[in-house]
């Protein structure tokens, strides 16, 4: 999770073929033998005026979207799930969800695995086919998840924030090439558009490195569906208006970009700012994000690391007024 782009640390600038090892460099083609030749998404954006949806996020339990209605009052239409490389999709957790009426945005991480630099390569790889049966088995899940309640949109990537991943150090090799990563996405996206066509792919991004996130992007000949993004607030006064209209800019310049829906993964004001502060960057939430044509949003509520947590907390706080404007802002999504 990026907290704001103003705090990340980039770390040092792009560093392609010169830190990876391997048979192959970035510079060369891709095998695309299975690819799909279309360029489009493989769904269509939401219609034109369609209500924005809010969700939260929660440390996940089966629990966690009754805890937002115990919260904030209303349950959430938009639900994330992070699963880690080697963990099955919860179909029964997730298909209870979307019965519910709220959408799973579900990314999967490769961390301490080379999943991504052998779907880069492909068939051409030794080891793509035991990767691309770990890939074949989730996209089967996901498909039966778009089948629970075709009204509800479920939507999936390869690794969300990746830069951050990288930066951090949580993948790493050829894996953490953007081209590599662009490549594996791509095939991602052609996999899905053929063995769960009702999925919504998604682009996530952190939104702060132009050039990484762009050269990631640059690879996509199947293009996502939906582009996520991760605007967080750190100063007095600001709103989400402010903190995201730059990225939402910035991808619709992309060549890549081809009028998909965009999203918001994640987003937030630290609490460190006070109460006022946060409820003022939390009203009128839905009707900016519809001035910025923004589909939906999840209000990133947890304690770790930025500190956006508004609701119930471990150490006592409370931040009523910021609280009650979120309530507020879920509620008029529902009925907009």
């Known amino acids: 999770m990026l907290r704001s782009r103003r705090l990340?640390?980039?770390?040092?600038?792009?560093v392609l073929a010169t830190l990876l090892t391997g048979c192959s460099t970035p510079s060369e083609p891709a095998d695309r033998s299975s690819d799909g030749p279309g360029t489009r998404p493989s769904t269509v954006p939401l219609e034109p005026g369609t209500c924005p949806r809010l969700g939260v996020y929660e440390d996940w339990s089966p629990d966690a979207d009754l805890e937002v209605v115990r919260q904030f009052g209303a349950p959430p239409q938009v639900g994330t799930s992070y699963y880690q490389p080697d963990q099955p999709v919860l179909v029964g957790e997730e298909s209870e969800r979307i019965r519910r009426g709220t959408s799973p945005n579900i990314t999967f991480t490769t961390k301490g695995t080379d999943r991504i630099e052998v779907l880069a390569a492909g068939p051409r790889h030794p080891d793509y086919p035991t990767v691309e049966a770990w890939l074949a088995d989730r996209l089967a899940d996901?498909?039966?998840?778009?089948?629970?309640?075709?009204?509800?949109?479920?939507?999936?990537?390869?690794?969300?924030?990746?830069?951050?991943?990288?930066?951090?150090g949580q993948v790493t090799?050829?894996?953490?090439?953007?081209?590599?990563?662009?490549?594996?996405?791509?095939?991602?996206?052609?996999?899905?558009?053929?063995?769960?066509?009702?999925?919504?792919?998604?682009y996530w991004i952190v939104g702060y490195d132009r050039e990484f996130?762009?050269?990631?992007?640059?690879?996509?000949?199947?293009?996502?569906?939906?582009?996520?993004f991760d605007p967080y607030a750190d100063e007095p006064g600001e709103?989400?208006?402010?903190?995201?209209?730059?990225?939402?800019?910035?991808i619709r310049q992309q060549q890549w970009y081809d009028g998909q829906e965009l999203a918001l993964g994640e987003f937030g004001m630290t609490v460190e700012l006070g109460d006022a502060a946060v409820a003022r960057f939390l009203t009128d939430v839905p009707d900016?994000?519809?001035?910025?044509?923004?589909?939906?949003?999840?209000?990133?509520?947890r304690e770790r690391d930025f500190?956006?947590?508004?609701?119930?907390?471990?150490?006592?706080?409370?931040?009523?007024?910021?609280?009650?404007a979120f309530a507020r802002a879920l509620r008029e999504s529902r009925r907009c």
């Not at 709103?239 to 910035?250: I, K, P």
């Not at 900016?288 to 509520?301: D, E, H, R, Y």
Request: proline share 6%; glycine share 6%.
């Open 8 to 14: 990340a640390v980039l770390g040092p600038p792009l």
């Open 239 to 250: 709103t989400l208006t402010a903190v995201a209209a730059e990225d939402v800019a910035w």
């Open 307 to 324: 500190d956006t947590r508004i609701g119930d907390r471990s150490d006592g706080r409370a931040f009523p007024r910021a609280r009650a």
């Open 213 to 228: 996130e762009g050269l990631v992007g640059d690879q996509f000949r199947t293009l996502p569906d939906t582009v996520v």
């Open 288 to 301: 900016q994000l519809t001035a910025l044509g923004i589909s939906w949003a999840v209000l990133f509520n």
């Open 142 to 168: 996901l498909a039966a998840l778009t089948e629970v309640d075709r009204s509800v949109p479920v939507y999936a990537t390869l690794e969300h924030e990746f830069r951050a991943k990288v930066r951090t």
């Open 173 to 202: 090799g050829r894996s953490a090439d953007p081209v590599v990563y662009g490549r594996a996405l791509d095939r991602f996206y052609a996999l899905a558009a053929e063995q769960a066509p009702r999925l919504r792919t998604t």
